[in-house]
């Protein structure tokens, strides 16, 4: 990719127009948080660009990356058990629920034309909403997913989450523990991370806004399902694989690729698994590139 096309600032959130939270009650009456960072009405057909985030995260990890979307309007939904989201069940916490409560929210919102980015759990979700939103997608973004993951890889993402579900005293303290466990991230972006995660308890303490019953769903393979929806997707897909992943391997990237209809893979350097924090700048650049297409 040329280094020429975009030149993207990064802005930190505070910079941007005012970040507000709006809620959707899904068809199964959970009650999910919808991030704006833009002001703007929306308009009727309006496009925009849906992110979605990864496990244990919430939309806040989007704050930056959204400049990449302009002139876009950008939207982030927490997850179910996430952010600023009703807490459920453990047992609604599946990633088909999870897919459900996306599809409600896109059609409650009357979102007519979209661009799903999911990262991680999230391109996951995306890519079961994918058939009963079809109609409404411009284009589809993978960060960093794909069949074939390894269960090792699964359970390290499970249980850095499980060991990150402790008290703090200081926002300070989560900041450090983020450090300490993702040393590619940006320590800016991570700075947000730690303010935006965390609420505040009823002992005083400071814990992460997530449902600590998240971990409790097992996950199951389900590469051979995910091959078909890929087979299925018509729209134009960005595949965006952090270079030093050990999620989504190379091979199984390349292969993804051949298997949709119309997709561009993008090896970000480095970057890991959080592509998106990791190498911020890169990232944007891709995804500025394949919105400006879809415009």
């Given at each position: 990719m040329s280094e020429m096309l975009l030149s993207i600032e990064s802005v930190a959130p505070e910079d941007q127009d005012a970040i507000t939270t709006e809620y959707v009650e899904t068809t199964g009456g959970v009650v999910i948080g919808v991030r704006r960072w833009s002001g703007a009405t929306l308009l009727p057909d309006e496009p925009v660009a849906l992110f979605v985030h990864g496990f244990g995260e919430g939309a806040f990890v989007w704050d930056d990356a959204v400049n990449a979307a302009m002139p876009w309007q950008s939207m982030g939904i927490d997850l179910r058990g996430h952010g600023n989201s009703n807490w459920a069940d453990w047992a609604s916490y599946q990633t088909e629920i999870h897919a459900q409560d996306l599809v409600s929210v896109v059609q409650k919102l009357d979102l007519r034309r979209i661009v799903l980015v999911g990262h991680s759990l999230g391109?996951?979700?995306?890519?079961?909403?994918?058939?009963?939103?079809?109609?409404?997608?411009?284009?589809?973004?993978?960060?960093?997913?794909?069949?074939?993951?390894?269960?090792?890889?699964?359970?390290?993402?499970?249980?850095?989450?499980?060991?990150?579900?402790q008290p703090y005293s200081t926002v300070g303290g989560y900041h450090d523990y983020l450090a300490a466990t993702r040393p590619l991230a940006k320590t800016s972006l991570l700075r947000n991370f730690a303010e935006s995660a965390l609420r505040c308890h009823v002992d005083g303490s400071l814990r992460l806004k997530a449902d600590p019953d998240l971990v409790k769903p097992p996950t199951l393979s389900r590469s051979g399902q995910i091959w078909e929806e890929l087979r299925?997707?018509?729209?134009?897909?960005?595949?965006?694989?952090?270079?030093?992943?050990?999620?989504?391997?190379?091979?199984?990237?390349?292969?993804?690729?051949?298997?949709?209809?119309?997709?561009?893979?993008?090896?970000?350097?480095?970057?890991?698994?959080?592509?998106?924090?990791?190498?911020?700048?890169?990232?944007?650049?891709?995804?500025?590139?394949?919105?400006?297409?879809?415009?």
């Open positions: 391109a996951d979700v995306s890519l079961r909403a994918y058939a009963r939103l079809a109609d409404r997608m411009a284009g589809l973004v993978i960060v960093d997913y794909g069949p074939d993951t390894s269960n090792d890889a699964s359970a390290t993402v499970r249980k850095a989450f499980t060991e990150s579900a299925t997707v018509r729209c134009p897909v960005l595949l965006l694989r952090g270079l030093g992943s050990s999620v989504l391997r190379a091979d199984v990237a390349r292969r993804m690729v051949d298997t949709l209809a119309d997709a561009r893979l993008v090896e970000v350097p480095l970057a890991g698994h959080s592509v998106m924090l990791d190498n911020p700048e890169a990232f944007k650049r891709a995804l500025a590139e394949f919105l400006m297409c879809r415009t």
